[in-house]
């Protein structure tokens, strides 16, 4: 049979085939964007239980590797029992997560909820005492047209609607409860599905690679199965380490604003421990809240837990980040900033923690291709060999 397309110009016709449908497809992306964000984002919804184990696989996988390597050799001593030894792992690493949620929700909580009810009385009484202050000074200056009366009035109007909030607050609970509800019920599916991920890891691990095998070339499955271990790595000793990190910040927080008689040191040290989690803009994010509150409260406060916070996020960028974290990422504050601001305007919370691993893989993605390009050409691979690079116009170089 005659093929249609000639030998010698078969790669050529290929390759401006696929540039045309690379091309349909951006255009078909750019028109249609809203409807396959809508698609994306049901079927991100629909696999949170799955999204969530596979988070919780990550988190759970270095101590059940600990514990498993531990049983292993306890149980060689006498006769290796290798699956016992992954049950048993795994189930003192899921009842070691179980414990700390418990612990965190019997002591933290309730204090944490003391905090809140005797916050807010406050910030309404401070809320109280500057709408008189500022209709003092209006009184005082005589600013009162009649267009400032009712601005008066309206002050007023606003105060107490906002101390009438009985209806509002009702449904604020329906709503916080049903959403709590789904959270609960996604994270023991996710629970679930990250028990049996841990249990047979290497069987799905297996089972990826026979897919992989069976689609693609061996030098191609090679290289896939090399990266996804290097996203492991990246992903579960960012997030892993991430999390130790923040623990770690909320404590010390915690200890400090007890020893300096800060007001409502349990709120506080919860708010800047969660925030933490996200990277570079973190501290920022749970330090202004606080010190908002504390402002309200006692300015002289407020003061001392902004040097306070300041001196720990120092320490934790140089000292304690570092040393917990390592080198899993190799980004520069730059990209570190520019994947957070991209990954948060895209998915929210969960862009902002998960984007920078992900570009931090993309990064190392696209360097490795480029330093096997300058390989092949005889050229230097480091970025100081080209920061002096000539810059010769084409003309003067012949």
Same mark, same amino acid.
Request: hydrophobic residues 55%; contains cysteine.
């Given at each position: ?7 010698? #110009?078969?790669?050529? #016709?290929?390759?401006?085939? #696929? ?32 999204? =969530? ?60 909820? &003391? ?26 200056? &005589? ?29 604020? =609970? ?12 996604? +994270? ?6 990250? %028990?049996?991920?841990?249990? $047979?890891?290497?069987? +799905? ?12 070339? !061996? ?12 996203? &492991? ?11 130790? $990190? ?10 400090? /604003?007890? /020893? ?7 709120? %506080? ?11 570079? +803009? ?6 202004? !809240? ?7 409260? &006692? ?7 902004? %040097?306070? =916070?300041?001196?720990?996020?120092? =320490? ?30 895209? +998915? ?8 920078? !691993? ?6 190392? %993605? ?33």
């Amino acid at each position: 049979m005659k093929k249609l397309i000639p030998q010698e #110009t078969r790669a050529r #016709t290929m390759s401006n085939l #696929t540039v045309v449908c690379a091309g349909i497809l951006l255009a078909a992306a750019i028109l249609y964007f809203d409807r396959i964000w809508k698609g994306v984002s049901r079927v991100v919804g629909a696999a949170s239980p799955l999204l =969530i184990g596979l988070g919780i696989t990550f988190l759970l996988l270095p101590p059940v590797n600990w514990l498993d390597r531990q049983f292993n050799r306890l149980f060689s001593r006498r006769k290796p029992h290798p699956k016992l030894s992954r049950v048993l792992a795994t189930a003192l690493a899921v009842l070691l997560l179980l414990a700390l949620i418990t612990g965190f929700f019997a002591i933290l909580v309730p204090q944490l909820v &003391n905090s809140i009810k005797m916050v807010v009385p406050r910030i309404v009484s401070g809320i109280q005492e500057e709408s008189e202050f500022i209709n003092e000074l209006l009184l005082k200056y &005589n600013f009162l047209t009649v267009e400032g009366e009712q601005l008066v009035i309206s002050w007023d109007n606003i105060v107490a609607q906002v101390l009438n909030y009985r209806n509002v607050l009702l449904e604020s =609970i329906m709503a916080v409860s049903g959403s709590i509800y789904t959270m609960v019920f996604q +994270f023991l599916m996710g629970l679930i599905a990250a %028990i049996y991920l841990l249990l $047979d890891k290497e069987r +799905f691990c297996g089972i990826v690679k026979k897919a992989c095998y069976a689609l693609f070339k !061996p030098e191609t499955c090679t290289t896939l199965i090399y990266w996804t271990r290097r996203a &492991n790595t990246i992903f579960a000793g960012f997030i892993s380490g991430k999390v130790l $990190d923040s623990l770690i910040i909320g404590a010390i927080c915690y200890v400090g /604003l007890l /020893l300096m008689r800060i007001e409502y040191p349990v709120l %506080i040290s919860v708010i800047v421990g969660l925030t933490n989690i996200i990277p570079f +803009f973190g501290p920022y994010i749970g330090a202004i !809240p606080s010190i908002l509150i504390l402002l309200i409260i &006692n300015p002289m406060s407020a003061l001392w837990f902004t %040097i306070f =916070i300041v001196v720990l996020q120092q =320490i934790d960028g140089n000292v304690i980040g570092p040393f917990i974290l390592g080198d899993y990422v190799g980004l520069s504050a730059f990209w570190i900033m520019l994947s957070i601001l991209v990954g948060g305007k895209l +998915f929210g919370f969960l862009g902002m923690l998960l984007s920078v !691993p992900v570009f931090a893989l993309f990064y190392a %993605i696209v360097r490795t291709l480029l330093d096997d390009r300058l390989k092949k050409k005889g050229l230097a691979t480091g970025v100081d060999d080209y920061v002096h690079a000539p810059e010769v116009p084409p003309e003067e170089s012949k």
